[in-house]
């Protein structure tokens, strides 16, 4: 059997919650996009192309994309490091 002790997931608890508030921005993103039919599908109903559903919705829902984008890609700045795990200078390249 292999030892598996540097195993290693690829996200990290902070990228699932960056995802997982991606993912209400889009749900938010998608209801502000909802609704303005009219109740007489004979009518004609112009609230259809309000700012919110025209305008705010969309952006939202490009940022909640761009934000998942950014929680999937993210990676923490002390990840893979020890506690005693120095950088690596010059000098040290040099031996």
């Given amino acids: 059997m292999a030892n598996n002790s540097n195993l290693q ?5 902070k990228n699932y919650m960056l995802l997982l508030i991606g993912l209400v921005i889009l749900i938010l993103g ?3 996009m909802s609704g ?3 109740e007489d599908p004979t ?4 609230e259809i192309f309000s ?3 025209i305008t705010l ?4 829902i490009l ?3 761009v934000f998942i984008g950014y929680a999937i890609m ?5 990840a893979g490091r020890t506690e005693n795990a120095q950088p690596i200078t010059s000098k040290d390249k040099k031996k």
């Fill in 57 to 60: 919705a969309p952006l939202v």
């Fill in 36 to 38: 303005g039919g009219s």
């Fill in 51 to 53: 700012f919110r559903r």
């Fill in 43 to 46: 009518v004609f109903s112009e």
């Fill in 74 to 78: 993210y990676r923490d700045k002390n």
């Fill in 63 to 65: 940022f909640g994309y």
């Fill in 9 to 13: 997931f690829a996200f990290q608890k």
């Fill in 30 to 32: 998608y209801t502000l």
